[in-house]
């Protein structure tokens, strides 16, 4: 192999590792500012009662549980949208929306605007899966 193919070789990987590290270091940047945007209060903890979703990474949960003094609503409609983070409490995995079913519990936070009605109607941002 030619010194100038080797060199192209050489810079070529040291640009190809450099971008993965660059990807690496904005996901966890990303990651750590969605858990900053977390508050201590839970916008609900409780039992999936009703599960619909697409293949699209979107659809909806409705989730009934009790006031606790960490939680703000007892029961919710809530919206799953492809930007909604869905993880396993206990090991942190990443699940999908259609690892989500009917008498999980989970904790849920909400994003954006919450719609006031009984029960309440918001998106998520992240909900977290308990074993």
């Known amino acids: 192999m030619k010194k100038s193919t080797k060199r192209a070789v050489i810079v070529s990987s040291i640009v190809i590792a450099a971008t993965i590290i660059i990807i ?10 969605l858990e900053s945007k977390l508050s201590d ?3 609900i903890i409780g039992e999936i009662k009703s599960v619909s979703n697409d293949e699209n990474k979107k659809g909806n949960i ?3 549980g009790e006031l606790l003094s960490n939680t703000i609503y007892d029961k919710a409609s809530i ?3 492809s ?3 869905i993880t396993s409490k206990e090991t942190g995995e990443k699940l999908k929306i259609t690892d989500l079913a009917i008498g999980d519990i989970v904790e849920v936070w909400f994003d954006g605007e919450v719609n006031e009605s ?4 918001a998106a998520a941002l992240w909900i977290k899966v308990r074993q």
Do not use: A, F, G
């Not at 690496?24 to 500012?33: A, D, F, P």
């Not at 009984?118 to 109607?121: D, L």
């Open 83 to 85: 930007s909604t983070k």
């Open 41 to 43: 209060e839970i916008s």
């Open 62 to 64: 409705y989730v009934e």
């Open 24 to 33: 690496l270091i904005t996901m966890l940047i990303l990651n750590k500012n």
């Open 79 to 81: 919206s799953i949208l």
């Open 118 to 121: 009984y029960p309440v109607q």
